[in-house]
């Protein structure tokens, strides 16, 4: 699909996705964020094709499944817990504006969201999308997946989260670094979801750091991560949901992992 390379200055004249995409790049926080909400915006009945053709690429039809699978598991974990009368503090590593938990607070769900986000542009996307009733629970900060201090919180998250391109991590070496700092943060017995889809750059081929999703597995077991499995989210997106034990022993090189 290189000819798809030719036609996008074209297609960013009609269509709010194609237009993000090419002024953005494929997998920046803005498309990713646009292709989650799954709003088709564009000028007149070409551009509304354009757009809607947008959406229906296979690897943000795979994003949108993987976010529904982690909102029903997050309500399931809310409502177990809420019955023993507890809230819910999620930490969440990816891209979007956690749309994930919205209907969730709606509903009255106890839950609270803290979203760490690399640039400030983030932040305010965050903060603009947020719908009224979400405001109290949703909060946005500066901070940074590979970076211990960014971990650095006043309670231990229960849930963990991440929702973005594979591509995020350009090395193993980043993926192991991320996986000992949240193991360290969550509380004992929380649960991580790692959601990873390939998302194409601008030759339609996939970028450095395709496969990380296939090493995941492994290198969450090596972490100390208990209880992992693929969640089946009827896409080509790969849904990881792995558990940290109530007694964890040390895993060798976390003190290092931390440090990288």
């Not at 036609?7 to 989650?36: I, K, M």
């Not at 969640?231 to 007694?247: D, H, I, R, V």
């Amino acid at each position: 699909m290189a000819w798809l390379d030719l036609v996008l200055p074209l297609l960013a004249r009609l269509s709010h996705g194609w237009h993000l995409t090419y002024t953005r790049g494929f997998a920046c926080p803005e498309v990713v964020d646009h292709a989650l909400s799954n709003q088709p915006t564009g000028s007149g009945r070409l551009g509304l094709w354009a757009e809607r053709w947008f959406l229906r690429q296979p690897h943000w039809r795979a994003l949108r499944a993987v976010q529904s699978e982690i909102e029903a598991r997050l309500e399931a974990l809310c409502q177990r817990r809420r019955s023993y009368g507890l809230e819910t503090f999620v930490l969440d590593f990816g891209y979007g504006c956690g749309r994930y938990a919205w209907k969730l607070i709606e509903r009255g769900e106890i839950l609270s969201l803290l979203c760490l986000r690399r640039q400030p542009n983030e932040i305010s996307l965050g903060r603009a999308k947020l719908p009224s009733a979400s405001r109290r629970h949703v909060e946005f900060q500066i901070g940074d997946r590979l970076d211990p201090a960014s971990f650095l919180m006043a309670r231990e998250p229960d849930v963990a989260i991440f929702l973005g391109p594979a591509a995020s991590f350009s090395t193993s070496a980043d993926l192991e670094c991320f996986f000992s700092l949240t193991f360290r943060c969550l509380c004992p017995g929380g649960v991580f979801f790692f959601g990873a889809v390939e998302v194409p750059g601008p030759s339609r081929k996939l970028r450095h750091g395709e496969r990380a999703c296939d090493q995941a597995t492994y290198i969450l077991r090596h972490t100390g991560f208990q209880q992992i499995r693929s969640l089946e989210t009827g896409s080509s997106a790969q849904l990881l949901e792995s558990w940290k034990g109530l007694t964890t022993a040390h895993r060798p090189g976390d003190s290092s992992a931390g440090a990288s």
